[in-house]
């Protein structure tokens, strides 16, 4: 069975930073694009940066540039970075399997429980 695992999330200041894992089992890490997305109280499901199995990475303008995906094909484990952190980036963040490769605007069939991400001075 495939299962997804985040952690890492936690309080953090404004411009603050932490580090987020998708611990991963089930399917063949290597071969599956992997996305974070986010979901803020009320408001739905946002994608937040997604990693093609090639090492290609994509990210939403909300986190260009402060956020940084990545993945350990040796530990099957996703990874998101983030710094200069900002209030509204207060959300649980999850991490969703993609379909094959290359699945990071669409195309997901797995998503993890969700680690809490709270940013507030």
């Known amino acids: 069975q495939v299962q997804l695992v985040e952690s890492g999330g936690g309080l953090a200041q404004p411009g603050g930073s932490l580090r987020l894992s998708c611990a991963a089992s089930g399917f063949t890490f290597s071969s599956c694009a992997l996305n974070w997305a986010r979901q803020a109280p009320g408001k739905g499901l946002e994608w937040v940066s997604g990693?093609?199995?090639?090492?290609?990475?994509y990210y939403a303008d909300s986190v260009k540039g402060r956020f940084t995906i990545s993945r350990d094909n040796a530990k099957n484990t996703l990874y998101l970075q983030m710094n200069s952190l900002k209030p509204e980036d207060t959300a649980l963040y999850y991490c969703l399997k993609g379909v094959d490769g290359y699945s990071v605007f669409g195309g997901y069939d797995y998503w993890g429980q969700g680690t809490q991400v709270t940013v507030s001075s």
């Open positions: 990693i093609y199995s090639d090492i290609s990475t």
